[in-house]
């Protein structure tokens, strides 16, 4: 059934489906980490204690968000030996050592500190609680700087050496390491994961109160959210303002993708608001577009020459009509998020933040717009990059493994299978946990007995007929 398929497409399907899946957990988990830190600081240093009933509460969502991020990551890893065995014979010299440092110093930071900061809560003192939780935020940023570094590695790649076989060695790891986009896609991803998570909170605050629930706890946390998405929404179009400069500068071919150039314009380009671009004609069809703004906005310039794809060969133009819209619909969501933040500004300023039931109904309609925006900012920066798995040095055609379709195909519908159970309980789950509001009494992700792990209940015959209490 599978045979009349390409082999590298459904490889390519998997990676992204697997992905998908994955990207969304750690980017809430490194807003979410972030956020309890900043609760647990401010609780020690006010001593009130709708910061510590928020921090109990929202460890109960981190810890199934952070246990499903794991677990979509593991998987992944199988990917690269399975499908894309030569694309990790040829970087893997570069890319191992990378994912190895993410291991050390970020995940063993954060697994080894998670424990404490879970099930610590009223029985570690609170000093070394705190340190626990700061721990695991700060784990999280650093596995999100290797992680970026290793893609962005590939995105803009320097710093290596070719062998006389065409593997790529690592030359000098410091530029490697430290390659022309990493800095911009670092603070671009950061920046997105704390939206995610303000909105999210937003989402679940704003929830409680269209319900009549305008606790403390509920006024705070929606309070937190929204000066978060005030604040950090500006900083992300500044942010993106600056990556898109440096991907003009270091993957121009990409630009050209996602503004939809397909023909050079000389005199200045114009900025295509939509379209339907078409890869046959390499026309963009429908266009509506608004004169050299083009120019303006990725070089600040309005008559700054634009190259189109009519520069670029054939085989080496990406995907325009993904790119393209991936693109738009993540900067559509950015611009929602500004108007978001501007309208709490607002109503906060007229001292109606908790009362204004519209902006309850925006905040939680915007709930789920940072997943969406990271997964569409995700494709774009890949698809853009195609036809390369590494820019400029191996095509995505020549990294897959010698594989059948059928194969990878059988594999990729396990993974459909697997993934639609796994983490749609796992969404449930965290549903019905946002879905209560926090109390005042709020107790931590557990409270009482021993818990299960891996199917043995510890502390005997008396826990294992008691059960534990799991709240």
Partial sequence: MLDHLDAVLLARAQF?????????????????????????VLWLSTGREVYHNLLKYWMRVFAVAFGMGVV?????????GTNWSVFSERAGPVIGPLMAYEVMSAFFLEAGFLGVM????????KGLHAFATLAVAVGTLISAFWILAVNSWMQTPQGHVVDESGRLLPGDWWAVIFNPSLPYRLVHMVLAAYLTTALVVGAAGAWQMLRGRATAETRTMFSMAMWMVLLVAPAQILAGDQHGLN??????????????????HPDGAPLNLFGVPNMQTG????????????????????????AGLDTVPRDQWPPVPVTFWAFRVMVGMGLAMLALGLWSGLARWRGRLYDQRWLHRAALAMGPAGFIAVLAGWITTETGRQPWTVYGLLRTADSVSPVAAPAVGASLLAFVAVYGIVFLAGT????????RPPMPDEHGPVRGQPQHAAGITPGGASAATSGPRVR
Avoid at 22 to 38: E, M, R, W
Avoid at 73 to 80: A, D, L, P, R, T
Avoid at 285 to 301: E, F, K, M, N
Wanted: glycine fraction near 6%; proline fraction near 4%; charged fraction near 15%.
């Fill in 16 to 40: 992204a489906f697997t992905m998908s899946f994955h990207i969304v957990f750690p980017a809430f988990t490194i807003g979410l980490a972030s956020y309890l830190a900043v609760l647990e």
């Fill in 72 to 80: 979509s990551g593991i998987v992944m890893s199988y990917q690269f």
């Fill in 118 to 125: 879970l099930f610590g809560t009223d029985r570690v003192g």
């Fill in 247 to 264: 991907t003009l500068e270091h993957q121009p071919v990409k630009i050209m993708a996602i503004e939809g150039h397909f023909e050079s």
């Fill in 283 to 306: 026309r963009l069809d429908h266009a509506i577009s608004v004169p050299r703004l083009g120019s303006l906005v990725l070089t600040h310039r309005l008559n700054t020459p634009m």
């Fill in 428 to 435: 449930a789950i965290m549903l019905r946990m946002m879905a």
